[in-house]
């Protein structure tokens, strides 16, 4: 069965010190790979997606992801945390055959000045 | 562009009532699709369509119909709700289902049914 699994519940981290949301995903095919974040009572944003090419991903806000093949893993990271950068992530998988978008239960980055 | 807009952004229901929750899009996207988001659970599929007059199931259609009568319309019927259908529902469009591209979200319907 296709899955997305974020390990972690929460993500704690003191502003200005470098972040990582962590992702592992199983799907079938070559992976197609999504980092969405939503902050309080808004709609999902888009922040970058994996679908070929350069396994180092640059997306929004100053957001990278780095895919992992052989550790099926897609953690999102930024070098230096922002207080504005608390929300909920998302990731998402789907296999490049086909299939539904599927998305881990989300992580929740707390930054603290 | 408005995106992807949702009606209304809150509703109260009593067990039993039927509604409709409006979704719209106008970047002439063909796929659309429902979720729920409950806590813990990430976004779960409800429906979702591939084009005009095209729906099919998620992973949790029991309880919901949808019809796809226009590009730019999806909206999402919930039959005879239930305290179990007590979530945030965000309506969802992307260009294409089955290539590589992003979904574009709602701001999402708080539902409460008590």
């Known amino acids: 069965a296709q899955s997305v699994a974020q390990p972690e519940d929460q993500v704690n981290v003191a502003e200005g010190n470098p972040l990582t949301v962590k992702c592992t995903y199983s799907v079938s095919g070559n992976p197609y790979l999504f980092w969405y974040v939503q902050y309080p009572n808004r709609g999902l944003q888009f922040l970058l997606k994996?679908?070929?090419?350069?396994?180092l991903v640059k997306g929004s806000y100053g957001f990278e992801a780095e895919f992992n093949k052989s550790q099926t893993s897609f953690h999102l990271k930024k070098p230096s945390a922002l207080v504005s950068d608390s929300a909920l992530y998302f990731c998402?998988?789907?296999?490049?055959?086909?299939?539904?978008?599927?998305f881990g239960q989300g992580t929740e980055l707390s930054v603290k000045p | 562009n408005a995106g992807v807009t949702q009606t209304p952004k809150f509703q109260v229901l009593k067990t039993g009532q039927s509604m409709t929750l409006q979704c719209a899009q106008d970047?002439?996207?063909?796929?659309m699709s429902w979720y729920r988001q409950d806590p813990g659970m990430g976004l779960r599929l409800i429906h979702y369509s591939v084009g005009a007059g095209i729906t099919d199931q998620g992973e949790v259609p029991n309880g919901y119909n949808v019809s796809r009568s226009t590009t730019e319309d999806f909206p999402l019927r919930l039959l005879s709700a239930a305290p179990s259908q007590t979530s945030v529902y965000f309506c969802?469009?992307?260009?294409?289902?089955?290539?590589?591209?992003?979904?574009?979200f709602g701001p999402g319907t708080r539902l409460t049914v008590t």
């Open positions: 994996y679908i070929t090419g350069d396994n």
């Open positions: 998402a998988a789907r296999g490049n055959q086909g299939g539904k978008l599927i």
């Open positions: 970047m002439n996207h063909e796929y």
């Open positions: 969802a469009s992307s260009p294409d289902r089955d290539r590589g591209y992003e979904q574009y």
